[in-house]
């Protein structure tokens, strides 16, 4: 019994097969006649556009600030980084690229939530790039357990939608890249194959070709091979990562305690003192090359990450800045989820502190403000939509107690006006109409009656109407099998009580089609 069969073996004999296939029926579109020389000639491809770039770091900068709070050094580093690597894109696709052009690939160093995926995103965004965001700790050395980090390369054409050009220059991130370290200094050790990773990751990020088909891909492999036995043409094949900027993250736990030792041996002596001042959070500031190594890097890998810059932790006024100021503020989507229902949210000042109040004690940075507006926020954003409520202000009582204030806008919800009540009856009887094909429509008595039941309840109109005839077509159905009747008009005991009115004329029905 032979062994495994490799991929390169798989692929010939697939090729070979499928070559006896087409000469016995022909390949698919053609006629089973066996092949001419005649070679299609491919297309000829499309002039590519040239890459436009006309940024500089302070512009970049600039519209980083418009997102990102805080921060400041990581958005300088990475504006003047990006800047200088897509210009060199640039000179190359005109034709006059730097000789020995050293890619200035970025790693940023920082706690959860602190903005270094947004910092990334809205770089891509401005330049209008393909970008694409993975997870360090899905991929492994060979691509058959978890995935290839070639993959990568190929998620970046599909971000393109096919164009392999505009893959070539695009931004792929990198996030918990920490992760695949293999040092002993850091808790619980790491297995051996985060060193395979890397590996594989330096390749990417110098330059190499990778095919735009993954071998493990029988369905790509097959089209391939069939568009090169009818002459198709083979260029894309491969993607150059020689433009594509790298950008890989992580928290890098510990690593503060690798510098801090190394500055307080360096500290001995005549430095004696120097701790002291680089104590807390700038410690990683003083980050080296040989202290990632102790982390767990390889050196090849750590040396294709010229570019390194500390994101440092939000403090509770710069959560309430993000809260206030940043165009991505989540206050923005809360303020759209109830204006989709017409409703107006006003929040205060104290109550955008105390929110920041209770997103520092999550501890996730600014993910922490999604977490506390969520809990303070999710029973008002069940209940008011099918109130009266039409406004209401989060301050910090609120966010403090929001059930007491939930009950609080809940009894004092402002009455429908007269006018308000006639079109919202209208409306649903027109709905009711629609959906059941019975028409219907209220008295003076029963349009007053709902107006006082609804009131009640704290529920709008409309909304009232909807759970108290949520029963009401079986009814009508019925009466309007027995009797003809397509129109009907609801009166004071409908609005009372709808089950013993709809029952009595139901009743009513039966009694005159019998006689």
Not at 48 to 64: E, M, N
Not at 157 to 180: C, F, H, L, M, T
Not at 199 to 225: C, F, Y
Not at 434 to 444: A, M, R, V
């Amino acid at each position: 019994m032979s062994g495994p069969t490799s991929p390169e073996e798989f692929q010939k004999q697939m090729q070979d097969f499928l070559q006896k296939q087409f000469k016995t029926f022909g390949t698919p579109g053609f006629t089973g006649a066996e092949p001419t020389d005649t070679v299609t000639q491919p297309e000829p491809e499309p002039a590519r556009a040239d890459f436009d770039f006309d940024y500089k770091p302070r512009d970049v900068k600039t519209h980083l600030d418009r997102y990102v709070i805080k921060q400041e050094e990581a958005k300088k580093v990475l504006s003047v980084a990006l800047c200088d690597h897509y210009n060199a894109v640039r000179q190359a696709f005109d034709g006059e690229e730097q000789a020995h052009y050293t890619k200035q690939n970025v790693m940023l160093i920082g706690p959860t939530g602190v903005g270094k995926t947004y910092l990334i995103r809205s770089i891509a965004e401005l330049i209008g790039v393909p970008f694409v965001k993975a997870d360090a700790t899905k991929f492994s050395e060979t691509g058959y357990v978890g995935g290839d980090v070639e993959d990568l390369v190929r998620d970046l054409v599909r971000q393109a939608d096919g164009d392999v050009d505009r893959a070539r220059y695009g931004i792929i991130y990198i996030d918990e890249i920490d992760k695949i370290a293999s040092s002993s200094e850091q808790q619980g050790g790491r297995d051996v194959s985060g060193q395979g990773v890397q590996t594989t990751l330096l390749k990417l990020m110098e330059e190499t070709e990778v095919p735009a088909r993954s071998q493990h891909d029988m369905a790509g492999q097959i089209q391939a091979m069939m568009q090169g036995m009818r002459g198709g043409k083979k260029e894309g094949d491969t993607i150059n990562t020689r433009h594509i900027l790298f950008v890989v993250s992580g928290a890098f736990a510990h690593l503060d305690k690798i510098v801090g030792r190394r500055l307080k041996e360096s500290s001995i002596g005549f430095a004696a003192g120097t701790q002291e001042e680089v104590e807390g959070e700038r410690v990683l500031e003083h980050a080296r090359t040989p202290d990632f190594i102790k982390f767990g890097f390889e050196p090849e890998f750590i040396g294709r990450l010229p570019v390194r810059v500390v994101c440092h932790p939000l403090s509770v006024d710069d959560l309430e800045q993000i809260l206030k100021s940043s165009e991505g503020s989540i206050i923005r989507q809360y303020k759209q989820s109830f204006a989709a229902y017409g409703i107006d949210t006003r929040f205060e000042d104290d109550g955008l502190r105390r929110i920041a109040e209770l997103a520092i004690d999550e501890e996730t940075g600014a993910r922490g403000l999604m977490t506390v507006c969520e809990k303070v926020l999710r029973d008002l954003k069940f209940e008011l939509p099918s109130s009266r409520v039409k406004e209401f202000a989060v301050d910090a009582a609120l966010v403090d107690d929001p059930g007491t204030a939930l009950e609080t806008l809940l009894a004092n919800a402002p009455e429908q006006e007269d006018n308000e009540v006639d079109n919202t009856l209208k409306q649903f009887a027109e709905a009711f109409s629609g959906q059941h094909s019975l028409s219907i429509k209220f008295t003076d008595k029963a349009r007053k009656q709902l107006t006082r039941l609804a009131k009640a309840s704290s529920l709008s109109v409309y909304e009232f109407c909807k759970e108290h005839f949520r029963d009401l077509h079986f009814g009508l159905k019925l009466i309007s099998k027995n009797s003809g009747r397509t129109e009907f008009e609801l009166d004071e005991s409908f609005a009372e009580n709808p089950d013993s009115a709809l029952s009595e004329q139901v009743v009513a029905s039966y009694k005159n089609k019998k006689s």
